[in-house]
């Protein structure tokens, strides 16, 4: 069974439509925004309160300016959905949890066995990032 | 040297299972070769003019004897019994099955070895001094620094997808033996006034078609926070640098469009929040992986006279040994420069007798240098005449260090689908036409660097002399460069003017040759001698 959109979160999704950074600073009553790779993370700082959607778009895979954007958001707080669109590779999987991502919705959706072995396959990290996960040089010194 | 204890086992394991996984799916066709390109590249594996090419990581160049072992054993089985050594330290086999690349990275893994982002658009191989831990004019050994960035970038999440390779080097002397301002980044351990160790950051320079020697950035980063400032730079770099031009995408040409000044205050402002953010492993961590580089048992009181009575023992020792901090020993190059052959290639056979020796005379480690040679770190002097001898009874005593035999080359067009040109028998040509030892001799400190194009993997912006390689409607073409320096006075060579064919331009190196014979004063080298009388008798002499 594929679906397209994989979700690691209990919420209720966000409804609403995506709006560009732009626009969202204008409208109020939006809740869900979407980013560019050429847009400035930093810029959705002072609204996390009402956002509860972020879209990152990977117009193609290999742009990992939205790794980046990922982690500032949640450096700076943001408990929201954030979902990587597009490009999105299943191999790019382990990482994008890392800088944060707890949703995807992939371009062209990968299959649930291959998701699943991809979030399985790593056992240990060495650097701290935007998850829980305990790097390794953490339990080298615990 | 640096032993790999659960953790960094379980990643290298870890890693040859899913690039077994993604060969397999490939293979099966359920990934197409642009998705798997950089699958495949992030694992060192490139697909060349005739087969596929692994690139193998030597963290810092530092090899021990079973590890140099196993790139024979690798040779041998999956290859045509040879291996390449290259400009950064590591090692390349240009005959790969795709199929063997997940047995051969299984089989690295048994060594505490792996081919982890030696290629693709992410952090590289880290670099370093080929005397870390032996040179008689370091600060600091550099290793375990450069470890802990290795761990730091291996599988980096934010940084798997940057615009463009980023290539880091560490470096503890005054003496930069390792090009650190030709790097992306460029660190160098140093001593400040107060006597703590720090980094200085040196970031956005780079040699391929702009070359660009990197500014200081921080002239003192503490050892605490030194993670962090990586990171930092990185991260200004992922979100900044270019991605609409491959050829703009290096971070020297963001650093060098923002201007150095402007760049450093982006990086501040996000060293100023990562700070907070708790990425730094602490000293403790620093302090573990530096065990693992403690000195070996020297033997005190050794004997520090060397055997003078061979003159051609003498003459190996003058050229390709260089000073050791402890009284008694030596760091011993072998060159992989003989006269006409193919520079930084070793066969099976040599490269387990190198192993043989490093673990007989030097504590079982050898390193490679970014010259593509090989360094027996420390070699009790009692016993460099019976090592001497058995390397040149294989033929691997030749003495030419930064000589104009000791020629770097990249792989050109004999092996590489980049290249314009060969570099390989242009580098055979010129090592036969100055094979006579008087005439090495007379020419004394020259480096001479072939690139087959304008990639410059082998470094021809930083040649005393350079060439490079370039498709002439359909002809190879040899560019002439005067002048690159790669050493702790960086400079760029400059293109002396219209190229030449592939004879032409070994009568072209002997001409600039010549020119500095004829106008050498004392004491001066042909990088000396060119930055004193300019290039101008030089094209007098090429083209007048």
């Known amino acids: 069974m594929v679906e397209r959109t994989l979700r690691f979160r209990d919420d209720e999704p966000v409804s609403d439509p995506a709006v560009t950074v732009d626009s969202f600073a204008d409208q109020s009553n939006a809740s869900a925004v979407r980013l560019e790779p050429g847009d400035d993370a930093r810029a959705l700082i002072p609204y996390l309160d009402r956002i509860g959607l972020v879209e990152v778009n990977f117009p193609a895979f290999t742009d990992g300016r939205g790794y980046s954007a990922a982690r500032i958001l949640r450096e700076a707080g943001y408990a929201g959905e954030l979902r990587a669109v597009g490009d999105v590779l299943v191999d790019q999987l382990s990482a994008m949890r890392r800088c944060g991502f707890d949703s995807f919705a992939p371009d062209h959706p990968f299959s649930s066995d291959d998701a699943q072995a991809a979030l399985a396959r790593w056992p240990e990290f060495y650097q701290a990032a935007a998850d829980d996960r305990t790097p390794i040089w953490a339990k080298r010194h615990a | ?544």
């Open chain 2, 1 to 544: 040297m640096y032993k790999y204890d659960q953790y960094d086992q379980a990643m290298v394991d870890t890693r040859v299972a899913e690039f077994r996984d993604q060969v397999n799916r490939r293979l099966e066709g359920h990934i197409t070769e642009d998705q798997f390109k950089p699958l495949r590249l992030q694992n060192g594996l490139y697909l060349q003019l005739h087969a596929y090419m692994l690139r193998v990581a030597v963290p810092y160049g530092t090899l021990s004897s079973a590890q140099m072992h196993m790139l024979a054993d690798i040779a041998d089985k999956y290859d045509r019994g040879y291996g390449h050594f290259t400009t950064r330290q590591n090692i390349q086999y240009n005959w790969i099955r795709l199929e063997d690349a997940p047995d051969i990275l299984a089989d690295l893994a048994t060594v505490e070895m792996h081919a982890i982002q030696t290629s693709g658009n992410c952090i590289r191989n880290i670099s370093s001094d080929q005397y870390a831990g032996a040179a008689a004019d370091e600060v600091i050994d550099p290793r375990p620094y450069a470890e802990l960035l290795r761990q730091w970038s291996s599988f980096h999440p934010e940084f798997l997808a940057l615009p463009r390779k980023f290539k880091i080097a560490v470096i503890a002397s005054d003496t930069d033996r390792a090009a650190m301002k030709l790097h992306d980044i460029g660190i160098r351990m140093v001593r400040n006034d107060a006597g703590e160790i720090g980094t200085q950051f040196y970031v956005g320079g780079g040699m391929g078609r702009t070359p660009m020697i990197a500014p200081l950035i921080r002239d003192f980063v503490p050892l605490d926070q030194f993670v962090t400032y990586s990171e930092a730079c990185l991260r200004v770099y992922n979100r900044h640098g270019r991605r609409d031009n491959k050829y703009k995408a290096r971070i020297k040409i963001l650093v060098h469009e923002l201007g150095a000044e402007e760049y450093k205050r982006q990086v501040e402002e996000e060293f100023a929040h990562l700070q907070g953010q708790g990425i730094e492993p602490p000293l403790a961590e620093l302090e573990r992986i530096k065990a693992c580089f403690q000195d070996p048992a020297f033997e005190a009181g050794a004997p520090d006279e060397v055997d003078a009575s061979d003159p051609d023992f003498v003459l190996w020792t003058d050229r390709n040994c260089h000073p050791h901090k402890q009284p008694g020993y030596i760091s011993a190059t072998i060159s992989l420069k003989p006269v006409g052959g193919i520079p930084g290639d070793a066969s099976a056979d040599q490269m387990r007798l190198m192993a043989d020796l490093a673990k007989e005379y030097s504590f079982d480690e050898c390193r490679v240098t970014h010259a593509q040679n090989i360094v027996l770190p420390h070699v009790r002097k009692a016993d460099l005449y019976t090592l001497w001898r058995k390397l040149d009874e294989a033929g691997l005593g030749t003495p030419n260090l930064d000589r104009i035999g000791d020629i770097i080359a990249c792989p050109g067009l004999d092996y590489c689908s980049l290249a314009n040109a060969r570099s390989i028998p242009v580098a055979q040509k010129i090592s036969e036409r100055f094979a006579a030892q008087e005439k090495q001799d007379a020419l004394g400190e020259l480096k001479l660097k072939i690139s087959g194009c304008i990639n410059a993997c082998g470094h021809h912006h930083a040649g005393h002399i350079g060439i490079l390689g370039v498709d002439r409607k359909g002809v190879e073409n040899y560019q002439l460069l005067l002048g690159g320096c790669e050493g702790e006075d960086t400079s760029l060579g400059k293109i002396t003017g219209p190229g030449f064919d592939e004879d032409g331009i070994v009568d072209a190196v002997e001409k600039a040759a010549d020119v500095y014979l004829r106008e050498k004063q004392e004491g001066e080298r042909f990088l000396d001698t060119y930055r004193r009388i300019g290039i101008d008798p030089f094209k007098e002499a090429l083209y007048g």
